[in-house]
């Protein structure tokens, strides 16, 4: 019994010991794989994964589709010598060397050489070949012997570089317009201006791409998990390359002879509200002028004069200032402080003057708009509504001039328009607001309200961008936006356009005048500059500092543009609106009427040259006659009278080109003169029927069909008009 029970203890001691062994060999090997193979294989392991590709930036564009903005994308370019067969290396390297040291300029074809056989040598799966290499460069060495090859065949490997700029056509304004990134607080990459706006568009998709570890560095696997990034959409906007130079140079130009601190221009459609220029320059440190904030959208100011425009609208809309008649009405302007011939009107403890003497103080309504007088302006304004100031701001509310215009990039500033239930309104409110005082708006919002009378009423929002485009294809396009169908009634606003015609005519900006080129019209301003950081209970006028502008609009039969030129503290010379800003208004809209003229002429040119295109195949010496007789340019290759077809040709010149008729086939007469067709066709073995007279509209067998013989056609004539 006790020999048994030793037996199975032995048995079970033995069993549990096999067990402790085992599990001993398990965790040795294990040990061994963590900690000592793991070393060893190191170098063998394939280590990969999978990273987004970053997508290139699409194109910011001009209204004729120049660059504006671009991606400046860099790319490093890589070479797996282990993938060429042996045949395509030898037969190729020496090209390829000598194409790399052509494009680089950086080595020799020999040092080229003899990296790429070194490559080779060593099995190198990562050659680097280039960095920072651009795009243009990019697509040439897609096309290099070896690398034109495909991926698998040939080794080529691209990469693109982290980062990467953005070139601009204009190193100045408009960059504010168009945009650029900056780093927020967050270490994040925001954008400005039109690139924020249209990010969406811009930005692309991302790609992803697997990359495994080659040496210490990762590098890309081309295979069929892939997924190529799309580049983003382009924008065109509506800005034109011509018109921003012209509006850059004549402000620039008008900023340094007054030696003015900031100023500002707007260029604008009048029909559709597209901004075709926008330029915001001020003085540097070093005496120069850049674009440092976009005042044209931001900057809030008292307009003075050019809010006059304003005030008529609301009194004739009103009725308060009837028709003609009303315009021709004659008022008495007050001098109540004698001190010069200029009038003058005390409200409460202000005193308000007129700039200048305008006669002898009898003057027509239409005289106190055209000469700018501030008291007449006023009193105006002050009879019609001072026992309800109200409806005069129901007026400006009517008009939205109260509200901002929604522009298509960010930081555009509120306008500010009191009531008389601001706890800043006062008695001398309804005056001083009636001549663009004690109400601030943007030179954006000013213009958009000349513009709407230019435009007889309607008031369009500015755009800066026209369309959506992939490659030569229009994804989306923008329509003009409708902000107020009628700011006013047409007959106000006929009579509106009299008196900014008449400012130019009679007025304060007589400069303006166009000879008769072009219709200009518009309003001078010259408003005293509020103080920046007044204290509290000091809310006045910086001394001796102004704001000088000048809003309006010039056109012709076939364009029409409105234009605001806002001059900030002009210190030299005068400070008046109508010999600051009037000469930079009148500057460009004088070489805009030059080059649209230009561009207009051409077009007709053409049009008119596209006309005489002969329709259907003609007879060389026949047309050559006639383009002789008709004094019309042409190119006539042919010395032996043959059959023609008139196209149009380089340079916009007319050509004749060898008509196709081929052998046993109809040809295409449609346009032919009868006497013509007949003869071709029945030269060609067919049987002819016309019908009808002048030039063969259809024909009963298509152009191209085989010939049979004794084949019947029938043409379709019709009037030539």
Known sequence: MMKEKGMILG??????????????????????????????????????????????????????????????????????????????????????????????????????????????????????????????????????????????????????????????????????????????????????????????????????????????????????????SKKGYDIVTSLNVKMQDIAESALRAGLTAHNAERGCVVVMDVETGFVKAIVNLQRTNNGEYREKVNDAVSMKFE????????????????????????????????????SSRAASKRYGTKMMRDSHAIGDGNVSVREVFEQSSNVGTSMLVCDAYQNQPENFI??????????????????????????????????????????????????????????????????VKPQFVKEIREDERTIKTFDPIVLNEAIASSNTI?????????????????????????????????????????????????????????????????????????????????????SVAAPIFKEIADKIYVAETKIIDKEKQIAQKKSFLLKGMVKSNDVSKLYQWLDIPFSNQFENETWTVTTQGTNNQLELTQANIEENKIPNVCGMGAKDAVFVLEDMGLKVSVKG????????????????????IELQMIAMK
Not at 514 to 530: L, N
Not at 693 to 712: E, F, L
């Open 11 to 228: 048995r079970v001691y033995l069993f549990f010991g096999l067990i402790f062994l085992l599990a001993f060999i398990v965790i040795g090997r294990i040990t061994y794989l963590q900690y000592i193979e793991d070393d060893k294989g190191k170098e063998d392991r394939v280590v990969v994964r999978r990273v987004a590709v970053q997508a290139d930036r699409g194109n910011i564009l001009a209204d004729d589709y120049t660059i504006l903005v671009t991606s400046n994308t860099k790319y490093k370019i890589a070479w797996d010598a282990t993938i060429p067969g042996e045949e395509l290396f030898k037969n190729n390297k020496d090209t390829l060397a000598e194409a790399l040291a052509n494009l680089f300029q950086n080595k020799s074809k020999a040092q080229y050489l003899a990296e790429l056989e070194e490559a080779r040598k060593d099995k190198n799966q990562y050659h680097t070949i280039a960095k920072d290499v651009s795009y243009d460069n990019l697509i040439k060495i897609r096309n290099f012997p070896i690398f034109k090859e495909h991926r698998y065949v040939g080794g080529y490997i691209e990469e693109r570089e982290p980062g990467g700029s953005r070139s601009r056509l204009f190193t100045d304004s408009p960059g504010r317009t168009l945009g650029w990134s900056y780093i927020n607080n967050q270490k994040e990459s925001k954008w400005l201006g039109l690139e924020e706006t249209f990010d969406d568009y811009l930005k692309g998709v991302e790609g992803e791409q697997l990359q495994k570890m080659v040496g210490s560095n990762f590098h890309p696997i081309y295979d069929a998990s892939e997924i190529k």
């Open 303 to 338: 307009p003075g004069s050019t809010f006059k425009l304003a005030s008529m609208l609301v009194l004739m809309e009103d009725g308060k200032i009837k028709g003609e008649e009303g315009l021709e009405k004659m008022m008495k302007l007050p001098f109540d402080d004698n």
């Open 494 to 578: 006929k009579y509106a356009q009299t008196l900014l015609k008449g400012v130019v005519q009679n007025g304060t900006a007589k400069r303006l005048k166009a000879d008769g080129k072009y219709e200009v019209a518009g309003k001078t301003g010259t408003s005293r500059r509020a103080k920046e950081r007044a204290k509290e209970g000091d809310k006045g006028y910086e001394a001796g500092k102004y704001n000088a502008s000048f809003a309006g609009y010039f056109k012709t039969d076939d364009f029409a543009y409105s234009c605001i030129v806002v001059v900030v503290n002009p210190s030299e010379g005068s400070y008046y609106g109508g």
């Open 394 to 459: 129901e007026g400006l509310h009517r008009m939205r001039l109260n509200k901002p215009l929604g522009l298509d990039i960010k930081g555009e500033a509120n306008p500010n328009i009191k009531t008389p239930k601001s706890e800043t309104w006062s008695k001398l409110s309804l005056p001083w607001m009636s001549i663009g005082y004690e109400l601030e708006m943007t030179p954006f919002q000013i213009l958009t309200l000349y513009n709407a009378v230019a435009n007889n009423g309607k008031m």
């Open 693 to 712: 007279k002048g030039c063969v509209k259809t024909q009963s067998v298509a152009p191209g069909s085989k010939i049979k013989k004794g084949q019947h």
